[in-house]
């Protein structure tokens, strides 16, 4: 199936505001909560429970979000949790959240908490706080139409990790005749579509980040990569009676992204990836409004709050530096502890310069949850520098010392890189020792 596009892609269509008209009904579509997401790749225990708390903290604005466009039913398409073993005392800030919200919120397994045996869906202590906690949540486990009171859905829950038929593929066979005609039909699934897909995790390895063993969607990269037939948990919207259908809300990739007419990815109400590449929207559910027989009406609701940004410079001089520190200003405005920063740099600076850019980035080290640092930035004393260094009758052994520093630096320039980095690095030592007051 060649990949859909669509003029309201990118920017997609709201709903009529001051209500819906008759036969609507309203609900919000998220997925990839992954709920007990580890962030390995953060260092700082602390900065990891805060990355870990904020996933839970969205669970909050999307009941706001719920209850201010009056949603008569919340979706969940899959990866509620991050594993099928998430730890109970988890389990029940999340059924504390989910239970707090006055209306229906439907789940379907994806492939992180798929639905096989011995995970949380069936543990016993999840089924009794479940029913004690959030009676108004339905766990979905099995592939046959639900009618509820304003709608049908259509459940496509994952029963294994890896699937290599179609969970969509039951739906076929239905007798539509034997549904009612009346309410709208929504289809909830989890995985990636055929020629689309969320399974490259090359951009990310290449910055020192594992790739995520739990499989497809972990990664929301722009990839599109052709996968061969058979592929796991793999949805092919070509074959689904779109006429019969009203909205399939899809879970899985961790962007925001309309594939069909019908069809969207709503990605992670709070992101959890750097962007790789174009069309990287991440933070949001999708406000939809469906009805039988009509196009569904869609709207985007901002719900996330922690920021990940990407920036790449070519630094050569103090100018640069300013506008590192500007730009890095701009993206996280001076907020500590909810922001995350993935630098890529290059060139050199003279050795005053470096001394700046060294704090600044231990001064974002403390203020990030996480700097992921590419390349660098290297030093390059100036003329005048080694001047100040090279000729201080008051600090002979500082002057003599510079003076042979910088012999060898002649030296192995161009001829012995790594040689000339330790010379420069030790310039920039003394020139820092005999500039402290």
């Not at 016993?124 to 979905?140: F, I, M, T, V």
Request: charged share 25%; glycine share 10%; aromatic share 4%.
């Amino acid at each position: 199936m060649a990949e859909y596009t669509s003029p309201v892609a990118a920017s997609p269509r709201a709903a009529s505001p001051g209500g819906l008209a008759p036969g609507l009904v309203r609900i919000l579509h998220s997925a990839d909560w992954q709920i007990g997401k580890p962030y390995k790749f953060v260092g700082d225990p602390q900065k990891r429970f805060r990355l870990q708390d904020e996933r839970l903290r969205a669970l909050g604005r999307i009941d706001a979000a719920a209850r201010s466009q009056g949603a008569r039913a919340v979706v969940i398409a899959g990866d509620l949790f991050d594993s099928t073993t998430v730890a109970i005392s988890t389990a029940l800030e999340v059924l504390e959240a989910i239970g707090a919200m006055a209306l229906p919120v439907l789940v379907i397994p994806g492939n992180h908490d798929h639905g096989a045996p011995g995970g949380i869906w069936d543990s016993p202590e999840w089924q009794r706080h479940r029913s004690e906690r959030a009676p108004n949540l339905q766990l979905l486990l099995e592939r046959q139409p639900l009618e509820l009171e304003e709608l049908v859905v259509l459940p496509c829950p994952l029963l294994r990790k890896h699937d290599a038929s179609d969970p969509t593929g039951w739906i076929r066979g239905l007798d539509w005749a034997s549904l009612p005609a009346g309410k709208p039909r929504l289809v909830i699934a989890h995985g990636g579509i055929q020629g689309f897909s969320g399974r490259d995790y090359g951009a990310e390895a290449s910055w020192g980040y594992a790739p995520d063993p739990a499989g497809p969607g972990a990664v929301s990269g722009p990839s599109r990569a052709q996968e061969p037939d058979g592929a796991i948990n793999r949805i092919d919207l070509a074959q689904l009676p779109l006429g019969e259908l009203d909205y399939i809300a899809l879970g899985d990739w961790h962007n925001l992204k309309q594939v069909g007419p019908k069809a969207w990815y709503s990605g992670t109400p709070e992101p959890d990836r750097h962007d790789q590449g174009e069309a990287n929207q991440r933070g949001q559910v999708l406000r939809v409004d469906l009805g039988r027989g009509q196009e569904p009406q869609v709207q985007v609701l901002a719900t996330g709050r922690l920021g990940w940004h990407n920036l790449a410079m070519h630094l050569a001089t103090d100018a640069d530096l300013e506008q590192l520190e500007a730009r890095i200003q701009a993206c996280t405005g001076g907020r500590v502890n909810q922001d995350l920063l993935r630098l890529e740099l290059s060139g050199s600076l003279s050795l005053a310069a470096h001394r700046r850019y060294s704090a600044l980035v231990a001064d974002l080290e403390h203020q990030l949850l996480d700097l992921r640092l590419k390349g660098g930035c290297d030093q390059a004393p100036q003329a005048e520098e080694l001047a100040a260094l090279t000729e201080r009758p008051a600090d002979p052994l500082i002057a003599r010392v510079a003076q042979e520093l910088q012999a060898r630096l002649a030296r192995q320039e161009g001829i012995d890189e790594g040689g000339a980095a330790i010379s420069r690095a030790a310039l920039c030592e003394l020139f820092r020792l005999a500039s402290s007051p």
